[in-house]
């Protein structure tokens, strides 16, 4: 499918926007080719045909595709990565701070679906790319949240199920990948429409639930999201009413 960006409407730019713009739309369409064939079927011909160019042209920006792939990765995780830094550093309790964890995965995947068929697509081909992460912050941020784990655990904050967050992790993780990117297909005659706003608050209250449940957050400690709200609420002053008078 064509990718639609200034490079086709004709507007007029100057080389430095021109050139900025180009790399924009190659990378958004090497993203669907990725996301829908793989690293290895994926052609640079095709993702140079989507955005108008000549297969030479994607060399001036990419040196091949390889590097092209992981542009598209680094691109693709950016604004995940940029959520789960700030949820992980957030000045609040560890269990909110990895309940903040999982809202942010679930609606940047959601809103980002090709996201979960990069994911696929990864894992399938895992030859290709060895022992490489899947986006660049992978590793840094596997440290920190198991940190995190360690801490909670340690100070009794919550009692997890095992002994290691890579459990809840891959449950949570792969429930979404699963849900945004196989569901569907796998239930095409679906009586809902599973990105629906209703039902990605559904899955993200699953999601939720299962991280509490694996991890061992006490019922009593309010959910990410609810902690704020639940205090304002105490702090309501309650509605004065006048005082009935006394009838003989």
């Not at 920006?61 to 092209?68: A, E, G, T």
């Not at 830094?85 to 990895?98: G, M, T, V």
């Not at 993780?173 to 095409?188: D, K, S």
Request: charged letters at 25%; glycine letters at 6%.
């Amino acid at each position: 499918m064509p990718v639609q960006t200034e490079l086709t409407t004709g507007t007029a730019l100057g080389p430095r926007d021109k050139a900025r713009r180009t790399r924009a739309a190659i990378l958004a369409a090497a993203e669907q080719q990725f996301a829908q064939r793989g690293f290895v079927a994926t052609r640079l011909e095709d993702v140079a045909a989507a955005v108008h160019l000549k297969r030479a042209a994607l060399f001036y920006h990419f040196r091949d595709k390889q590097s092209l792939y992981d542009a598209v990765v680094a691109d693709a995780f950016g604004s995940l990565a940029a959520r789960l830094q700030e949820a992980f550093s957030a000045p609040k309790p560890i269990a909110a701070r990895l309940e903040q964890a999982v809202e942010a995965w679930v609606d940047t995947v959601v809103a980002r679906p090709s996201l979960a068929r990069l994911i696929l697509r990864h894992a399938a081909e895992a030859e290709e790319h060895a022992a490489q992460g899947m986006f660049p912050s992978v590793t840094r941020f596997v440290g920190v949240a198991w940190s995190l784990f360690e801490q909670g655990r340690g100070s009794g904050e919550f009692t997890p199920v095992h002994e290691d967050p890579f459990h809840a992790a891959s449950a949570v993780i792969g429930a979404t990948v699963f849900y945004v990117a196989a569901l569907a297909p796998l239930l095409p005659s679906a009586p809902i429409d599973l990105l629906a706003p209703e039902q990605v608050a559904a899955h993200k209250r699953e999601a939720l639930r299962t991280a509490r449940l694996l991890l061992g957050i006490p019922a009593d400690v309010p959910a990410a999201g609810q902690a704020s709200g639940r205090r304002r609420a105490r702090k309501r002053p309650k509605a004065t009413r006048k005082p009935r008078r006394k009838t003989r």
